[in-house]
């Protein structure tokens, strides 16, 4: 599974922005779907994740909506109220295991990642 990451751009504090995530080479209808962040010089963390529902990281919780279009081969990540503490290169990543994994490990394939970037 190949996965094309974008969307990513500057935005102003409160604005939002729609990331996607398009796989190819397998279809991603039985995989679940994560979106992870890292930003500079720190660790790379769990944003959200969607398999047969959805789940988020608190920090997100109620600003973030992670979606899928099994037609297009697609997920989405929806940020809205988007903060300075957002700003960070953002990955989509595919897990054979579904369900709803917080684990970076449990990945399988991932995105190059797309640059966020908010300002105050």
């Known amino acids: 599974v190949q996965l094309q990451a974008s969307g990513g751009g500057l935005v102003q504090a409160g604005g939002s922005l729609r990331l996607s995530c398009a796989a190819s080479g397998s279809t991603i209808s039985s995989y679940a779907m994560g979106w992870f962040r890292q930003a500079p010089g720190k660790e790379r963390e769990f944003v959200a994740v969607?398999?047969?529902?959805?789940d988020y990281a608190d920090s997100v919780k109620g600003r973030f909506t992670a979606s899928r279009d099994n037609a297009k081969n697609t997920v989405y990540l929806q940020m809205n109220s988007l903060k300075p503490e957002d700003t960070a290169v953002y990955y989509c990543?595919?897990?054979?295991?579904?369900?709803?994994?917080?684990?970076?490990?449990?990945?399988?394939?991932w995105g190059q990642g797309t640059l966020v970037t908010v300002s105050s």
């Open positions: 990543a595919a897990s054979l295991r579904g369900g709803r994994i917080r684990t970076a490990g449990s990945y399988d394939y």
């Open positions: 969607i398999s047969w529902s959805g």
